[in-house]
Every structure is written in C-alpha cells, then in structure tokens.
C-alpha cells in the first residue's frame, strides 16, 4: 500500500494505482478523453492533467499514467491545472467543434471561445478505437499512421483489414463520435448512425479563411 | 618518412576530399617520394574542407585548406619534392580557431585514420578497459564516473554515474540488461556526434565496453541515423577490428567479461532521439514516447534495466578513467564538468566543430574562435540547443556557456548545435523556422505538442505576413506555457522556447509586426517592399537581368524601377546590385 495526499486528504491505495485512480475512488473528479478502465492508460489528451506538488516546485502530470507513490502530494484542480486544462479543451474543440462531447466540456470548464483555427478532423488521436481493437477484440485491424500533423487512423491498407470482427467497438468507444477511419467498406457493419453529430453552422461559402479564429468564433460569411 | 593526411570526414567528403585523396594516389610515389598517405576524420575547421595536412620527419606540420585536384599537383611538386611550403594555401585561421577550445574528446579526429585500430592503440586507446578490466571493481569504475561530475552530453545534463549506478542496481530477473549509446543526432545543423562515429569510432565503443562492465551488461546497441553511411561504416570496421583484437565478445582482454555491440540504424525520425521512443523503434515499434514515470534504467529496452547514453558523453568515459575524476572536475564550472562540443554554424566566419570548456563565454565562442560575423555585420542573437533550444541576444554575449546558466536564460544546452545569427535576421522568421520544424517532428501522440505547435505556428505564419492581431503576443504566450507544462515528452516540453525567448528578448519585433505591419529586419515577404534608390542607381542592369519576373525596366544608364505588382520579393535584385540601390523596406 502507498499512502499519498490529494487535495489535501490523505488516502491509501494499492500499489500500482494510478493517481487518476486513486482520486476517482475518493469521489474526485478528474476529466479524461483517453482513458477507459479496461484499457491501458496511453497518457495522450493530457486532459487529466494534475498538479504534482514537490517541495516548492511543482510540475503538471496526466494522472492516468502517473503511478501513485508513498508521499506523493496531489492537487487536481489549482489555477494552474485550470489554466492548462482550457487550453487543452480549447485546442481539442479547434480540432472537433462539432463533437457533442468536447461541446459539453467546454461549456462545464467555462471555455466559451475558440481563438485557434479550426481544422475540422472528426478524430482527436485518443487512440481508444486502436487500444480497444488490440486489447478487448485482440484483433489489431487498426492502428496509427503518420507522424505529427499528419497522424491518422487507419487501417494497413485501407480497407477492411482481415482481423476485423465487425464488433462495432472502435465506433462505439470513441469520445467524439465519428470515426476517423475513412477505409470505405468499414463503414457498412460498423457504422451506428451516431446519435451525438450535430454539426455547427459553418460558412455556407467556405473560402478556408487562413485566419485564426478570434475572440468572437468562427466568421459566418 | 612524409605523411600526407586527407580529411575524409562527411564534410571533407562533401568538399571533394576523396578527389584529392586519389589525386594524391595517383601523383604520388610511396617510395620514391617517401611518403605515406593516408586518411583522417574531421578536423573541425568545417569551413576550409578539404584539408590536407603535410607531416615531416622533423614534426614539422602545415595544414592546407581548400585543397582541390588542381592544387594537389603543386604540393606535390613544390612541398614534397621540392620543399617548398606553399604559404598562400595553408590555413591561416588555425591558430585562432584553436586557441580558446580546448580538444580533449575531439583530440584524435582530423589525426588518426578511423579505419586503422592501430592508430588508435598507438595514442594510447584501449588502455582505460585495460585497467578497468584488471584493477578496478565495476562499483569503482561508476564512483569514478560519479566524482568527474560528468552529465549527459544528449541534452538532458543528467548526471552519468547517478544513471549507471541506478541500471546496476535495478532488479532484473535474469540478470540482463541493456546499454545504448544514441547517434540520432537529428537536429538540423548538428554533427558533433557523426564527426566522433567517423573520425574515432573508437573511443565510443571502449566508453560503452567500460560502461557495459560497470552497469553490469552484455550486450550494446548503438542506434545510428540513417543518414550517417558513414559513420555506420567506420564504426562497423571498428566494431569488427576490436573483436579481433579481443576487446569486444567473449572473456574480453582474457577476464571474465563478455560484450557485444550491435548497429541498428534509426529511421531518421527526430523524435527516434528521445530516450523512450529510440527504445521502441529499436525493438521494432512505433518510434513514440511513453510516460517516463518509471525510469529507462529500470524497465527499458524489452522491459530490461537499460543505460542509453549520448555519443560524445560515452567518448568522454575513457578519457576520465585514464586521466582521474580530478582532472576531468578540474575543467569547467561547479555544476557543468569538462568539455562541451559544438557545431558552430549561421553568421559565422569560422563555421565547424569546437570543443571548448564548460564556462566558457558566448562571446570567446563567437568572436575569437568563431572570428566574428562575416561582411561587417552586428551580431543580434545565437541560438543554442537545437530547434527547440532558445534564441539569446548579443546583450547576454558575456554569458558563461553551461547547462544551468543556458537554462536560466531561457535556452539550453541540448545536444550542442550553435547557431549564430545577424542583424538581418528576423527574429518572428526564425521562431516560425523552428516551431515549423518541430510541428513536423513531433511524433502526434499528445493533444498540446500535435496541436498545440501546429496553431502555434499558424499565429505565427499570421504575424509574419502581416494578419496578426492584438492580443497574439498573449496568446502565443499562454499557448507556448501549456504546451511546455502539459505535454508528455520533452520534445513539447522545450517546443516552444524559440518563441517564448524570441517573445521575451524581441518583443518590439513582434510589435512592430503586428502594430505597424512591418518587419524590421527585412524578411518577411508579406510586409517588405523593394525600391530601386534613384540617386545611386546608374543604371547597368544588372538587377533586370537577374530578375526572375522581369519586373524591372528602365533605360541603360538611367535608373531602373521595379514593379510592385509582380515582384516576387526574393530579394535577387538587391544581392546583385553592385551600388547599394536596392531598399528594403
Ligand atoms: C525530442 C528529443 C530528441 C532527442 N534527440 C537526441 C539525440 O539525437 N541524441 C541524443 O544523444 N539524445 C537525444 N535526446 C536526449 C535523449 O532522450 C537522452 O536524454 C540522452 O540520449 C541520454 O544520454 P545522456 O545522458 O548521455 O545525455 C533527445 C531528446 C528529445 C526529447
Ligand atoms: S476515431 Fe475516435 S476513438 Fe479512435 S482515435 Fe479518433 S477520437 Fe479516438
Ligand atoms: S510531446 Fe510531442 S513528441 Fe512528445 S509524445 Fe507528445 S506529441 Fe509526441
Ligand atoms: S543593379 Fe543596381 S545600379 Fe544596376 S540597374 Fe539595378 S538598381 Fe540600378
Ligand atoms: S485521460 Fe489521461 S491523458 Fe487522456
């Protein structure tokens, strides 16, 4: 057992939880987008962001991979943490403005604008879809290509690889609702006509303004 | 007996050192001439490729620069045979290039033949296993490494013996654990650790053989660029030279030690350098970091204890076994211990590899080893660390150059790469350069590093071309913060350094973009103009000729007018006028 401070409680837990984990079982909340309790933790939203308080430094950890350790002084929701936290949703939305649940968070965490350029890519690279593939249907029919900017999820060669079992669960775990996958035959067993898409008004006359955003959202022309 | 050395380096190759080389072969007459050729590895002297350097028995020694086929017939026939030192050709800046560094770990490159392990054991090589192997205890030999106080020369600066000792110390169930020695070097502009691969493969593999017996480890990896062929080849014909001789395999010297070293070669990803990702790509996965939250030394290479260290910290472990932790502490400064190379490149005179002191001051680095600022220009800035180092300006030239000091100023020390910058550098252009670059490298796995540079650079690619807004600066200020704090690998941890020290040192740069759409420096296309000077314009035409749009017109002998609505702003017109005509503004 480890014994470990958040928020100013102390509480003990098992060794090799996790501080996500740990705050969860005391009724804490912690926001995630990539993490699911049967999958292992990939640590890539950076949404868990928690604050790690030592001595009189500090530094910012996504808690779903941050083991717990004797001593270990959390705290999960200071400015700091808030601070970053916006930024995270705000980038995430500029990412998927029309995702329901990105919607949802930005209003609970009081991000009401979006100053980045939006890049619409229906996917925010959690890599669920992959994690849950691999680990639950030991299939491995998807996975990421591409590096930076560029990083999908794909299948090896576009198409409905051999493994898939048509399970349906890459669709049904994602956190924004549409899959990135664009191997056309996947959509046929897979797709559940996703109840949460609900696309924003975007410009009837798109011109792909290069600008950034601003304070006042997206331009409707 | 005369030698004639060639430097066959990627950089002399580049210069036509191997045309010289055979040119050399071809004139010469082993015995009638009574002179040895023979090949070396990088000098440093970058910017006089090739150098061929002439030793007679007398020890008298002359370096030539610039050595073409063309000229090796007149070595051939004034110095050789007849001589008679060509004073013309031989490098004049040696002795000021040389003076303020100090070549301890570059000390045999540009001297040995990489391909001969006799050179190697003639300057003494191999000795520090020697007596490693028969005096000392693997705890000893990391106290040793402990008391130099040398950090890692990767970027990091993590102490090298704290590393070894926790690999020793980590539990391993069948005993097996790893070391790595990481060439791949992916920062743009740097090859401090090509140049050691290259010119002395040697003295990093007798590091990892000592590192391998102190950590308790059978098996190496070296993990090379792919683009370093060369590199790769000299340290295969090492590795395979040093097996012969019994300093690598089973029982190595007749002791009860075994190591091997393998080559594996990167895919030339930059982030492939990052401890965690290199690990992965070496057992065949993705190139992508993990949470480090458990350390590389307990659960790394195929879950085993692992010791991965940087090119240039491994060349220095010989050195401080022969030499004594005294010695080694007794250079540099109290947290910083030894030498650090750097490649010293951009507005510089004197571009090429330098080994200096720790402590040394920017300014020592740029003016009397570097010679200044080429054209007469003013020094504005240097960028160290690498692309995602920070930019610090002429007003801190006095700074002493070490790991803590770097990082104060908002920079680092990173894996050495040195770029020194002029007055007509735009400092927005320059933090648009890097975040381009990282955007590009960063592996995509984390929301603020993926995303977080990617609208990072479209503000800046904004303010560049004249769009950008009130309230940027703050922006890029608040974005550069959380991808710093909130990513998971340390390529976006020290992502946004160019900006947030260009913001920091340069801000009325940025204003001046933004309030005035204007670039001071002259850079940016979107907010430039360029105007042919009436008064000294005397018509010759020589811009019109060079112009790719042809929009510059005027009569011979009377001034020229370029038009505004077809210029492409590259700026051709300006660099060929011969009378200083052409304004920017
Ligand atoms: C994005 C990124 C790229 C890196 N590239 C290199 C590299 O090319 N060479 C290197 O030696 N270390 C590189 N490092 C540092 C390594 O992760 C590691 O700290 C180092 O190799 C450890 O060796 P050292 O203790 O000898 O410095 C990189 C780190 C990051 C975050
Ligand atoms: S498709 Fe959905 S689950 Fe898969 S990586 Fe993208 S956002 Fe995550
Ligand atoms: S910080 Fe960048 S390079 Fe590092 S894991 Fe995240 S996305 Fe990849
Ligand atoms: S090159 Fe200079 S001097 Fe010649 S025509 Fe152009 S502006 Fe005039
Ligand atoms: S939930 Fe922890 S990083 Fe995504």
Redesign the pocket.
């Known amino acids: 057992m480890v014994e470990l401070t958040i928020d100013g409680v102390r509480t003990t837990v098992p060794r090799g939880t996790t501080v996500l984990e740990a705050a969860r079982s005391m009724g804490i909340v912690i926001p995630t987008l990539c993490y699911d309790p049967g999958l292992t933790p990939y640590g890539a939203c950076r949404l868990c962001i928690v604050e790690v308080v030592k001595g009189k430094r500090s530094s910012l950890e996504a808690s779903c991979t941050l083991p717990a350790f004797d001593g270990q002084v959390i705290v999960t929701n200071s400015e700091r943490v808030k601070k970053a936290r916006k930024i995270i949703i705000e980038l995430l939305l500029s990412t998927c403005p029309t995702s329901k649940k990105l919607q949802d968070l930005a209003s609970n965490f009081g991000v009401n604008e979006v100053r980045f350029k939006i890049k619409d890519k229906g996917c925010i690279l959690c890599g669920l879809c992959v994690r849950y593939c691999k680990e639950q249907m030991q299939s491995g029919g998807i996975g990421f290509v591409g590096r930076g900017t560029s990083r999908r999820v794909g299948t090896a060669f576009g198409d409905t690889p051999d493994e898939c079992r048509n399970c349906g669960g890459c669709e049904w775990i994602c956190p924004v609702c549409e899959r990135a996958c664009t191997a056309d035959s996947l959509m046929n067993g897979l797709c559940g006509g996703c109840q949460n898409y609900a696309p924003v008004e975007t410009c009837t006359v798109c011109i792909g303004c290069s600008e950034s955003v601003g304070a006042r959202g997206h331009k409707v022309y | 007996m005369k030698e004639v050395v060639v430097g066959l380096a990627s950089c002399g190759i580049a210069a036509g050192g191997i045309q010289v080389y055979n040119k050399f072969s071809e004139l010469l007459d082993a015995e009638k001439d009574e002179t040895a050729l023979k090949q070396t590895g990088c000098y440093g002297m970058c910017f006089r490729e090739a150098l061929v350097e002439i030793i007679e028995d007398s020890k008298r020694r002359t370096l030539y620069g610039q050595v073409t086929p063309e000229r090796v017939e007149r070595i051939v026939n004034e110095h050789l045979r007849g001589g008679k030192v060509i004073e013309e050709w031989i490098v004049k800046e040696e002795g000021q290039f040389l003076a303020k560094q100090k070549r301890i770990v570059l000390h045999n490159c540009g001297k040995i033949d990489p391909l001969d392990i006799g050179d190697y054991l003639a300057s003494g090589g191999y000795q520090a296993l020697k007596k490693v192997l028969s005096e000392m205890a693997p705890e000893q030999v990391i106290a040793e490494v402990a008391r130099s106080g040398l950090r890692?020369?990767?970027?990091?600066g993590?102490p090298?013996g704290r590393?070894w000792e926790s690999c020793r110390n980590a539990p391993s169930r069948n005993g097996t654990r790893y070391v790595i020695c990481?060439a791949?070097?992916?920062?743009p502009g740097a090859y401090m650790?090509r140049s050691l691969l290259e010119g002395n493969p040697h003295s990093v593999i007798e590091g990892m053989i000592i590192g391998a017996y102190a950590i308790g480890s059978s098996q190496g990896y070296v993990y090379v660029r792919h683009e370093y062929p060369l590199a790769v080849k000299n340290l295969g014909v090492a590795l395979e030279q040093a097996r012969a001789r019994g300093l690598l395999g089973k029982n190595i010297l007749g002791s009860n030690f075994s190591f091997d070293v393998k080559i594996s070669r990167g895919g030339g990803a930059?982030?492939c350098?990052?401890?965690t990702a290199l690990m992965a790509s070496l057992e065949g996965k993705i190139g992508e970091p993990r949470p480090k939250h458990i350390h590389t030394t307990e659960k790394g290479f195929h879950g085993k204890p692992t010791n991965?260290?940087?090119?240039e910290?491994w060349a220095n472990v010989p050195l401080i076994i022969n030499r004594g932790a005294a010695w080694f502490s007794s250079i540099g400064t109290e947290r910083s211990k030894g030498t650090k190379i750097f490649s010293l490149v951009g507005k510089i005179n004197n571009t090429g590899l330098v080994e200096v002191p720790m402590g040394i001051t920017l300014r020592e680095i740029i003016y009397e080893i570097g010679g200044g600022i080429p054209s007469g220009k003013k020094f504005k800035a240097v960028q160290t660390g690498g692309p995602s180092g920070g930019c610090i300006p002429e007003r801190l030239i006095d700074l002493p150059v070490d790991f803590d000091r770097l990082t104060e100023v908002g920079s680092m020390m990173g894996?050495g790469g040195m770029i020194v910058m002029d007055e007509a550098t735009c400092m927005v252009d320059i933090a648009k350069y890097f975040v381009k670059f990282l955007t590009e490298e960063s592996c995509g796995k984390c929301v603020p590093c993926r995303e977080g540079l990617d609208r990072m650079l479209d503000i800046l690619t904004d303010i560049a071309g004249g769009r950008g807004r009130e309230g940027d600066i703050e922006l890029l200020e608040e974005l550069g913060y959380a991808i710093r704090d909130t990513s998971l690998?340390?390529?976006g941890g020290s992502a946004p350094n160019p900006v947030l020290s260009t913001i920091n040192y340069f801000r009325d740069e940025y204003e001046a973009h933004i309030n005035e759409r204007r670039c001071p420096a002259g850079v940016c296309k979107e907010l430039i103009t360029f105007t042919i000077d009436k008064e000294k314009c005397n018509g010759c035409g020589l811009c019109a000729k060079n112009c790719p749009q042809q929009s510059i017109t005027g009569k011979k002998k009377e001034a020229h007018v370029i038009d505004q609505t077809t210029c492409i702003k590259c700026g051709l017109c300006r660099d060929n006028c011969k009378f200083d005509a052409v304004v920017v503004s």
């Open positions: 890692g020369r990767g970027g990091g993590f090298t590393k990481n791949d070097e992916g920062d650790d930059f982030i350098g990052e401890s991965l260290n940087n090119v910290t894996s690998c340390a390529l």
